[in-house]
């Protein structure tokens, strides 16, 4: 006849796996299945659910492991096994594991595919997570940039513009021109005068301004003939 589960539990579950539930008529789930399994490979024995109707509904599934090891799988432990003609009957039902969606034993977590309307435990190897890699050490800040050496730039005292002035006037007090020496015009008084204005820097740190002005007046104190 048929089987509708839509809010109970339908349990295999006695410890021993193998255990069948054959459906000859229609099947609805919405509640619960538990089965017993061995974990290991294709060839484990299971509980099943055979199902010769119409299927309809969402059942979750859970799985008690009673014994195995964990081992790869290729087309699967079968737990559902849909035996109607599908020219026949419609299969909508839809099975999920409990829980996480998973059963795990040793290196190995089985989940629950449909494969050509029957249902299958498969396993895929757990790979452990990678290590994270380490922080990148920081990259280091770079080397303040010294600032440049100034070029060397002597100090200069003082006094030394009063120097420069007083070798400059002298150079100039007692300056004499052609006519001033012996062969001159033979005049018995003579008169000079001389004017300037300068400006200059010594070494960007001294600075003069300096007007100047020389008046020079020569004359014979005596003048005769002997002999």
Do not use: C
């Amino acid at each position: 006849g048929n089987l509708t589960n839509t809010s109970g539990a339908v349990s295999l579950q006695n410890g021993v796996a193998g255990d069948t539930l054959t459906v000859n008529g229609d099947y609805t789930g919405g509640g619960t299945l538990l089965l017993d399994s061995e974990l290991n490979g294709d060839d484990s024995v299971s509980d099943q659910l055979v199902l010769n109707g119409n299927t309809a509904g969402n059942t979750t599934v859970v799985v008690n492991s009673i014994t195995g090891i964990g081992e790869p799988t290729s087309t699967g432990i079968k737990v559902v096994d849909f035996a109607a003609d599908p020219t026949q009957f419609q299969n909508n039902a839809k099975f999920s594991l409990a829980g996480s969606g998973y059963v795990n034993m040793g290196a190995y977590d089985y989940t629950l595919v449909e494969d050509n309307n029957d249902w299958y435990l498969r396993s895929q190897e757990v790979t452990p997570p990678l290590p994270p890699d380490p922080d990148p050490d920081p990259t280091p800040d770079p080397d303040p940039t010294p600032d440049p050496i100034p070029a060397y730039q002597p100090v200069l005292n003082a006094k030394v513009g009063g120097y420069l002035n007083n070798l400059r006037a002298a150079n100039q007090a007692f300056m004499m021109e052609r006519r001033d020496h012996a062969g001159g015009n033979g005049q018995t008084l003579n008169l000079r005068v001389i004017g300037g204005r300068y400006h200059y820097t010594a070494a960007g740190q001294l600075t003069q301004h300096e007007d100047t002005s020389t008046v020079q007046l020569s004359g014979d104190l005596f003048s005769g003939r002997w002999g």
